[in-house]
């Protein structure tokens, strides 16, 4: 399959953006490295190999030397107040450690950059069996977009890259911004929303069968595994956990022109039964408010056990558009293990001849 540098690179930048981030963006410009698993814009059917160089490294190589004697406590950069909501105090903990830069460091969400690279591998797969994956801004604190908004997938998908949300919508956007900005005046972080879609995903994919292989269990296990997500709902699944089965499900219609059956509502999410239903797959993920806080809060020493405040680290007021972006890669690396499990195939022409077959199915059905 077709592997571009520059759909890598998009991908990396868009990750990089939106109202909210801190000075780590400001220093890195991510771009891509193709090292192996590809020869003249193809892939060759092994591991697909990719780079992305930290440039910041170069002010921690004397703090983060993997052989080099440790140096004086100034100069090692050690964080010993562990910051209430993060890794740090856990993982000291688990590893034995009392410097949670041990911690911190493998922790960060920096390494989210690597999974979009790969994510926007998957995304091009997908796009060439026809499927699109986007996201957009749910909410920033208690600024909520509305929720017509994420039916128009093609408004989405026009947003330009370097957008300061990813809503459609001025007035929307201005408000979120605004809420940000009083977070940041307050020294304060601030939560939010975002919800990923995909279209184009034919019904079938996934299993009722396997708990493991459940298509709304691998999208949520892949959503929490996103730093700072702390919760995950398919379609409208925690409003309507509130009401009764008439309001929560999805009535069966049928066009009998176009052989398929329909819904006049997407309230599952495009998941039923763990498998896809033909309709838009909607993933909504729940961003807490960061850990690290320009006021920290209180901590205790690691060394001396003492009451003191928590360490702090760069950190942005809220990444929520970077987040959505992420939540795309991860979604998109468990649609194209699913597609592929269900159609198989050792090349693209292959997979794409399964999948056809499969369609036809259905209409015939």
Known sequence: MPVVKATIDRELKRRMGGHGRGGRMRIEADEVEILGGVRFGLTLGSPVALLIRNRDFANWTVAMDPQGLRPAEAAARAVTRPRPGHADLAGALKFGTHDARDILERASARETAARTAAGAVAKA???????????????????????????????????????????????????????????????????????????????GIGSHVHWDRRLDARLGAAMLSIQAVKGVAIGDGIDVSAGGGREAHDPIGYDASARRFTRPTNRAGGIEGGMTN?????????????????????????????????????????????????GEAMAALVLADAMLEKFGGDSLRETRTNLHAYVRSLVEY
């Not at 928590?310 to 942005?316: G, K, N, Q």
């Open 125 to 203: 797969f997908l796009s060439e069996l026809g499927i699109v994956v986007t996201s957009r801004t749910v909410a920033v604190g208690g600024v909520v977009a509305p929720d017509d908004e994420g039916d128009d997938i093609e408004a989405l998908l026009a947003l330009p890259d370097d957008a300061p949300m990813r809503s459609p919508c001025a007035a929307t956007v201005a408000a979120m911004i605004a809420a940000v900005d009083e977070a940041r005046r307050r020294a304060d972080s601030i939560g939010g929303c975002f919800e990923v879609m995909a279209r184009g995903i034919p019904t």
């Open 278 to 326: 033909g309709e838009i797959v909607r993933l909504r993920a729940y961003l807490k408010p960061l850990a690290t806080l320009p006021d920290p809060l209180p901590s205790i020493d690691l060394v001396t056990k003492e009451p003191s405040v928590a360490d702090v680290e760069r950190t942005d007021t809220v990444p929520i558009v970077a987040a959505g972006v992420v």
